[in-house]
Each structure stands twice: as C-alpha cells, then as structure tokens.
C-alpha cells in the first residue's frame, strides 16, 4: 500500500512511498551489487518512523523468498524498534 515503482531508474528497483499526505516522502533502491553476492538496499524517508514502515512491508515481502538471507534487514529493523 502506498508503493509506486519508480519509471526510469537504470540503477536497480526504485520504490517510491507515499506515507503522509499523497506525497512521495520516502524510498528504497534495492540493486544488485557488481562484485559480491549482495543486494544493497538504500532508503530514505522524510516522515518521523517512515523509514521503519517502509522496511517492515519490505522485510514482509522477501521474509518468504528462498536463499536470501535478510538477516542484516531484520536486525537493522530491531534496532529501529
């Protein structure tokens, strides 16, 4: 809810988030990196606990991926409990 892929980005999947007011006022860029088996995830919200809300709808969309360890996701967001 909320989510709005972003049309051009040549870099990875850009994830627009409306979470006050219909505005865009937080994202994520999920890309795959060039030299390590990782996928680096950027994010940034200018509402006060967005970015807490954007990564817990993502951790719920790749809880149930196979051989994918989110596990450095799920400890950042427990510290942002």
Do not use: C
Request: charged residues 25%; negative net charge.
């Amino acid at each position: 809810e909320g989510w709005h892929i972003a049309p051009d980005n040549r870099e990875g999947v850009r994830i627009n988030f409306d979470l006050k007011d219909g505005l865009e006022n937080g994202w994520f860029l999920l890309r795959l990196s060039v030299h390590d088996p990782v996928l680096p995830l950027n994010a940034e919200s200018d509402v006060e606990g967005g970015l807490r809300i954007m990564l817990e709808q993502l951790m719920n969309v790749l809880e149930n991926a196979e051989n994918l360890d989110i596990t450095p996701l799920r400890d950042y967001l427990q510290k942002l409990s």
